[in-house]
């Protein structure tokens, strides 16, 4: 069994709130919200980083925002969309993922 936590989320082996699932993306809430909504959208397939997704899993994921957005009623209201990247990008679990944090106003900088 794989030992990413990611991967065991996408295949049902650990629990996690779902909000969304299609053959190629998964999504749910994280554990540790930032914001009212904060939500983890994955590719199934287990890829590290940005760098390592093929255009075709990016559309896929791209596809996937954009009804998450809609059915979590932030289209209307904006939301951020986090991807950190490596070490000095803060990512702590590598399995790719984009947080988008919701509801409500966010400022630039971050932190
Ligand atoms: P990163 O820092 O890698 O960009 O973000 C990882 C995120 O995954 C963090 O916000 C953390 O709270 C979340 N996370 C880590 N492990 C789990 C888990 O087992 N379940 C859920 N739902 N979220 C997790
Ligand atoms: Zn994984």
Request: a negative charge.
């Amino acid at each position: 069994m794989s030992e990413c936590i990611f991967c065991q989320i996408a295949s049902k082996s650990i629990p996690a709130d779902m909000v969304y699932e299609s053959e190629d993306v998964v999504a749910f809430l994280d554990r540790h919200p930032v914001s009212p909504l904060h939500v983890l959208v994955i590719p199934r397939i287990h890829r590290e980083t940005i760098l390592d997704l093929s255009d075709e899993e990016w559309r896929g994921i791209h596809g996937a925002i954009n009804t998450i957005a809609h059915e979590q009623g932030v289209a209307e209201t904006g939301f951020r969309l986090v991807n950190n990247c490596g070490v000095d990008g803060g990512q702590t679990v590598a399995h790719v993922h984009f947080h988008l944090l919701g509801k409500r106003s966010h400022h630039w900088p971050p932190g």
